[in-house]
């Protein structure tokens, strides 16, 4: 059973070649995702550096604005209960 078919060819090489398509198309997208990955770093890092530069000039010349305590949340629940089941819970205490 070694007939060579040129349509069993055909189709094997036309498998052959789209996965080489998509491979190239993966690997240049990996590639891309790697670029701008590198770049984004880049940009927080030299961002980070001014912003510790600022901070730090602000210190030295005592113009620092003092930092603000951040707001204490609302607990969630009380005892165990959601705000949503005492609310819909007749005859709940409030």
């Known amino acids: ?39 984004r770093a880049v940009k927080t890092a030299k961002l980070k550096q001014l912003r510790l530069a600022r901070d730090e000039a602000e210190r030295v010349a005592g113009t620092a604005q003092p930092v603000k ?6 607990p969630r629940s009380v005892k165990g209960k959601t705000l949503f089941s005492r609310v819909l819970t007749p005859g709940a205490k409030r």
Do not use: D, G
Not at 1 to 29: D, G, H, V, W
Not at 69 to 74: D, E, L, T
């Open 69 to 74: 305590a951040k707001a204490q949340r609302a």
């Open 1 to 39: 059973m070694s007939t060579n078919n040129p349509s069993l060819m055909e189709k094997a090489e036309a498998r052959f070649a789209e996965r080489l398509k998509k491979t190239s198309e993966r690997a240049q997208a990996t590639a891309e995702y790697v670029s701008e990955a590198r770049a």
